[in-house]
């Protein structure tokens, strides 16, 4: 029997920087709202100096978030004030209610051109993401622009962002309550950019943009009704570029997808 050689460290840096793991942490859980809370240490005096001052521990702005009811109300809020893309993208950008913002390097708004007939939406930005602040730049991002591509779009004829703006750290999955605070503001994204047609990458955004808690491999290829509350958008589902990177075999489905959003496009309806 022939053993596999162990992995240099150089090997295992790499392996866990495309896994997402960009921190390190200890081996027992801390509790830092519980550091937060606790009192300072009491000063240590030396025998012949006089006590130093001990300075308070600093806490970021924003680092204790709102409660989720709290947060959610204020995304709905803001978000309805916002007349312009540039009126919500600087709202989210001074929105203190998502403790996302502030382990994530940048906010990631969206990319493409804001006039195409056609919106992408996805779940969250990754790590490539997070340190361009552009949507869709990783390897998702450059299967995404093929893909496209396949059908003659570009990212000057086709708009895309994502459900959650900011990366989660370690591209964990976002919370039910970080999307429930979020969703405010892609809701008012997409009626601003007004396409004639959205297409939901993946289960988290499939679900919840189209209030639906079916499966993506029974939602994909279906055309769903995307209700703005000003007008109706057809919907598509289909799988999420980063999905198809780790399951190629449904890359022959994600082209039917493709050809059906080809379809309506060439219709021009």
Excluded at 68 to 89: F, K, M, N
Excluded at 169 to 183: A, K, S, W
Aim: aromatic share 6%; hydrophobic share 40%; with cysteine.
């Amino acid at each position: 029997m022939i053993t596999e050689p162990a992995p240099t460290v150089r090997e295992l840096l790499a392996f866990y920087l495309e896994a997402g793991v960009d921190c390190a942490l200890a081996e027992e859980p801390v509790d830092r709202l519980a550091e937060l809370d606790a009192p300072p240490p009491a000063p240590r005096v030396a025998a012949v100096q006089a006590p130093r001052p001990v300075a308070a521990p600093a806490v970021i702005r924003g680092e204790a978030a709102p409660a989720p009811d709290v947060a959610i109300a204020s995304a709905r809020e803001a978000a309805r004030t916002a007349p312009t893309l540039e009126a919500l993208r600087e709202l989210m950008q001074n929105f203190e209610g998502c403790a996302l913002k502030h382990t994530a390097t940048r906010l990631v708004f969206a990319d493409g051109n804001p006039q195409a007939r056609i919106m992408f939406v996805g779940e969250a930005p990754g790590r490539d993401e997070d340190i361009e602040g552009l949507p869709f730049v990783g390897r998702s991002g450059k299967l995404l622009d093929l893909m496209i591509g396949a059908i003659g779009l570009n990212r000057t004829t086709a708009y895309i962002t994502n459900v959650i703006p900011w990366r989660p750290p370690g591209n964990r999955t976002p919370t039910p309550q970080e999307t429930q605070i979020c969703l405010p503001f892609i809701q008012r994204h997409i009626e601003l950019v007004n396409p004639d047609m959205l297409v939901t990458l993946g289960n988290p955004s499939t679900q919840t943009l189209l209030s639906t808690r079916e499966g993506i491999m029974r939602t994909r290829g279906r055309w769903f009704d995307y209700d703005t509350g000003q007008r109706t958008i057809r919907a598509l589902p289909t799988f999420h570029p980063a999905y198809l990177l780790r399951s190629p075999s449904y890359k022959r489905l994600a082209w039917q997808d493709l050809r059906a959003i080809a379809k309506v496009l060439a219709q021009g309806s």
